[in-house]
């Protein structure tokens, strides 16, 4: 009777393992996000191993960086707070770096308990910010088409009987190497995509610069630009196809400068009422030279040319919209742009300190800037740090 009941429950676990398979496998072949098929292969890990969290990684050049994190104790707020945007070296210095490194799949009871000649030992990082308390470990390298590692997989805290966590048994790991396996899959082509996007992206700040040259614009005026637009956006709660898109498009919001003479653009000086018109008349030459748009990157590129001088209350150009008249992209890249043009030396002036920035911005919300995209802006802030590399004693 007892061995009828086992057989029963194993012949059931088998048939959720096939469904959860199914499921994933059909997300693979037919969802273009390949993030919504990294998060639906840890939803269902998490299920067939009862496990409380888990996490994604990637891997490139030698970096760990989060693109899926599930915590049932922690609310979602709180996981994009300590996940966003953080990476970590594929080293000893953490469970997944040595997983990513050794390529081997690790089993551990309980973290906490160590042996003191254990080769990796535990990042307790995430645990000291949200007062989690990680137990049980199961952690699998996800490996490309080639062998070579490209992620990893970890799902923490089995829950047993009474909800206690329990360590995970060595014969439950056949299905989840399945899905690890859809996942290295799913990680492969979202690298695949990534460096394409990084051409394009390339590709888009050279001619950026090239157009900006005369300016003293840098690529990396440029491009730090455009990762604020991204981190603004993902704050906001954008799709994270949208993000992209932003910026990819961000770089080209200035792209009707070319049409400004030197001496207006490059002017020290106030410029006389004359200039200014001609300065706000650089929306418009962006978008015609953008002109009818084939693809949504360049429509995105257009909207962000003809919005990003507009301003919440009104009072910008060239149409004076405001409100919700004045789209998304627009608001965004705008803000992104003006704090980018304070913090950073012009030749009509000189780099405002960060307190003093985030003062203005903060005086600015619901005047210049959607107050919405204020708050993702001021909340982003310890990634936007990074961005500008300021350190932060340096002020707000």
Known sequence: MAEDVQTAVSRETAEDALRSLLE???HLAGQADRRKVLDLILKEARRLARAEAGSLYVLREGRLRFVAAQNDRVPVGRLMQVFLDREMPASADSLAGYVASAGRTLNIPDAYALPPETPFRLNRDFDAATGYRTQSILALPLSGPDGETVGVLELFNRLGAGGRAEAFPEAESGAIQSLAAMASLAVHNM???ER??????????RLSVAVEFRDSCTADHIRRMARTTRLIAHALGLPEQQVDLLECASPMHDIGKIGVPDAILLKPDPLTEAERDVIRRHPQMGADILGDPTNDLLAAAR???LAHHERWNGQGYPFGLAGERVPLSGRIVGLADVFDALISKRVYKDAYPLGRVLEIIRSERGGHFDPRVADA??????AVRQVYHIAREAGG
Do not use: P
């Open 191 to 193: 690298l695949l995509q």
């Open 303 to 305: 909207e962000i040319a």
């Open 377 to 382: 802006f001021l909340a982003s802030m310890d």
């Open 24 to 26: 994933v496998g059909a």
């Open 196 to 205: 394409l996007k990084q051409a394009q992206l390339d590709t888009i700040l």
